[in-house]
Structure formats: C-alpha cells, structure tokens
C-alpha cells in the first residue's frame, strides 16, 4: 500500500473535500448542494457514502436540508476570529462566562515563562452571539495578580488588559503559538463540538515592559469553521 495514499473511510474523503470547498467560497452560504446522484456521479461512490458524508457535514453545521428541496450550504461565512489579546463584549457580539478563578500550581511551561510556579487562573468561555466560540485558561503571576481584581471571582470591566495596565504592566506586545490536536472532553462538551473535529489551539504569552511575561494563556476554538485572523502592517 502506497504510505502517502489517503486511507480515511471513502465518506470522510468526501465531506473533507466538500468541507474545503465551503471553507474556500467554491459553495458559496445559501447554495445548493448537487444532487446526490450528481455526487455519486461525482465522486464514483455509492448512494449511501454520499449520504454518510452529507450527514458529517449537517452534524457539524456546514449543511443543512429542507424537506422535499435538497441540500443546502450554511448561511453564515467562515467564522473569522480576531487574534486581539481582548475583545469588547457587546450586546449583538462577544460575551463571557467566568467558568473559575483560584490561585493554582502552573502547568510547567507556563511556570517556565513567568519564572514562577504559583499564579491565578481565569478560566472562561467566550461567545459571540450566544455560540460557544473559545475556552481560555489564562495565568497571570502571582507577583502581581494577588490581592487585585484578577484574583476576584467577578468579571472585570475592561477586562485584565486594564487592571494590569492600571497596575504599571500594560500588555505591550503578544506572541501565539498555534497548534491543531484532538480535542478532551471538557472542550469537547464545552464548546459543543461535532464527533471528530479538533480543536485550534492558541498558546499566547502577553508581555509587558521590559519583556516581562504578565500573561499565559492557553485559547481554544473548534476547527470546523473557525479562522484566526492575523494582520500585520509592514513599515
């Protein structure tokens, strides 16, 4: 057997090459699908692999059918997401549920950039427009979160960017790192996620004067219709 051939079941080749079409724009929101004997033709498949992987596709939100008419695309764009360290919540935009705080031992590559062992957590779901769109666990040191609203139990007006600006640690400059991995369950069940879609995962450090690290945190999104988007101005 050729090591580079595709050996995913024939059904999920289908709905990954359908998915990406929709992603792209090729299926533009609101569209038609073809028929399904127009896909069987398609794809030289069967009736019922054509059918398995249009139900992939409806159970993650990319599809969905009207009785009697077809199938068709998802209303919506790709959701694109912006990469700023805070985003405003808003009434027809992003909320926040503050799912934990507590002082916590650090996972050992948070502990490696903020030099210390001990921090607090702010553990939250963010949404927008009442869809799950990411859990974040976010560190801040214990050296200048405790005893500050970062370390209270209750949503902070202007988020932790404006307490640790208001403390002389204004969020300079942040890096991510980006990875893609299978999702656990807590992030499975906490953002809703279809059976077999992973997760983005965004390890962004918050950085202050000096270089000093104020913030870690660990950002996590659905992949099946989420896109970052970065920007960046050249001088």
Known sequence: MDRDADTRPRHLQIAADLRAQIMA????????????????????TANATVQRALSVLKDEGFLYGRPGKGVYVRDRQ?????????????????????????EVNVPAEVAEILGEERAILR????LRDGDPVELTWSYYPLSI?????????AKIPGGAPRVLADLGYPGRE???RVSTRAPTTEEVEGLALPEGVPIIRQFRVVL?????PVEVSAIIKGGH???????????
């Open 25 to 44: 724009g090729v299926l533009a929101p609101g569209a038609q699908l073809p028929s399904t004997q127009q896909l069987v033709e398609r794809y030289s």
């Open 78 to 102: 790709t959701f694109v997401v912006e990469v700023g360290a805070y985003l405003a919540p808003s009434p027809q935009g992003y909320s926040y549920r503050l799912l934990e705080v507590a």
């Open 123 to 126: 553990r939250r779901l963010t």
């Open 145 to 153: 979160a405790d005893g500050t609203p970062l370390a209270g139990r």
């Open 174 to 176: 942040f890096t991510d």
């Open 208 to 212: 202050s004067h000096e270089k000093r």
């Open 225 to 235: 219709y989420y896109e970052l988007q970065y920007h960046q101005v050249v001088d």
